[in-house]
């Protein structure tokens, strides 16, 4: 009988690897895949669009924030992989009835590298683990080196994260993607729990000079798909912002994405 404790503090207790499962987050689901869990995976998320062809050979159990139960108990899963943020407590405490539920709760690289060092010990990919463990480590301080060598004495260019439109919201603290602003060296303007709700808070978009007046306005490419009148619309509200589309997946996406998203934030740098 082998003890694991989750991201959340749940003890799981294991007779055997578990051998099916159903992931219900995209990032971790890509994770799986880099693990080579692909034929132990069993029920995907319609977010789960990496990698490709798991839309055609995985069963599609509905979205992060509603899954079809009696899909997922079909499936007969040993184990379903969840998240703190994407799913919710009454969702995992219903999926608890069906088979041990284990939660990650990531904000920070940190969280990121023990959630993989967990996957390796829960199932026996221990090698494969540390082996992305290693990348990314390697791959952060590359970054780190790229940066101090591009900006060495520059002051922080400010930032606004947009992730939705009507209503406006933003990222703000204590998310996964705020620790990749202030990895980039960018001050998010909404970084303030004091005056801000939430880690997603809604905006008044009208107040963004006073609020910050960010140097550049990100409109991330998920969940919402913003245009080019929103660009327009957004850069009206700050004295010099530059408006940037950038891709949502290498800011917010965990797990051995962030070997890929060191490659992108050094192109972002460069064209900013």
Known sequence: ????????????????????????????????????????IVGITKFCVHPFHFKSTKKIIGGTKKVHFEKIR??????????????????VEELSKICP???TDIVTIE???????????????????QKWIDKINFGLEDFKRFLKDKNPEDSRQKVAYFIWANPYMVAARNTF??????LNNFENIYDNHSKYEGRYPEVVVQKMRIQGDPDLVFLSSEPFPFT??????????????KTVFVDGEMFSWYGSRLVKAFQYFKKLQETL
């Open 111 to 129: 969280d990121n590298l023990k959630m993989i060092a967990d996957f390796g010990q829960l199932f026996n990919k221990r090698t494969e683990a």
């Open 74 to 91: 079909l499936l007969q899963p040993d184990i379903i992989i969840a998240n703190k943020e994407e799913n919710t407590p009454e969702i």
């Open 1 to 40: 009988m082998k003890k694991l404790v989750d991201q959340i503090g749940n003890n799981h207790f294991f007779e055997n690897t578990p051998k099916r499962i159903v992931s219900l987050v995209p990032s971790q689901t890509e994770l799986l895949y880099d693990l080579d869990l692909e034929e132990s």
């Open 101 to 103: 539920v284990w939660v």
């Open 177 to 182: 993607i705020n620790e990749m602003l202030k």
């Open 228 to 241: 080019d009148e929103h660009a327009f619309e957004l850069g009206r509200y700050t004295h010099h912002a």
